[in-house]
């Protein structure tokens, strides 16, 4: 069953959906133009093995639009702020189209 759940982020909603899982988190990211809804099949799916997330990006979606268009680097700025809310560390992240843009600049910067 998918769960909706928003999380309040640099002072913006962020929306996500999960399907609670017996194996770790994997959190998927959308592409551009769309929204974490695009994943919801593949979250269906994974979700039978694994703890698995789809999240709106801000800006997408039903997360919070902030003021200045959004970068990459901002969005990357916004996972890892979404993920210390949502108390996931290190997840496998999985981006579609162009977030996987978004999830490289959040392991390249974010790594630990």
């Known amino acids: 069953m998918l769960e909706p759940l928003t999380h309040t982020v640099m002072g913006l909603p962020m929306a ?3 399907r609670r899982g017996p194996g770790p988190a994997v959190v998927c ?5 769309v929204s ?3 994943l919801l099949p593949f979250v269906g799916v994974l979700g039978r093995t694994h703890d ?3 999240v709106d990006l801000p800006g997408f ?4 639009k902030p003021d200045d268009l959004p970068t990459v680097a901002g969005l990357a700025d916004a996972l890892a702020a979404w993920l210390k ?8 992240v999985l981006g579609e189209s162009f977030g996987c843009q978004v999830a490289v600049e959040l392991a390249v910067r974010f790594r630990a």
């Open 16 to 18: 996500s959906w999960r």
């Open 29 to 33: 990211v959308h592409g551009a133009g």
């Open 85 to 92: 809310a949502a108390e996931l560390e290190r997840p496998c």
């Open 52 to 54: 698995t997330w789809s």
């Open 61 to 64: 979606g039903r997360s919070g």
């Open 36 to 38: 974490s809804r695009e």
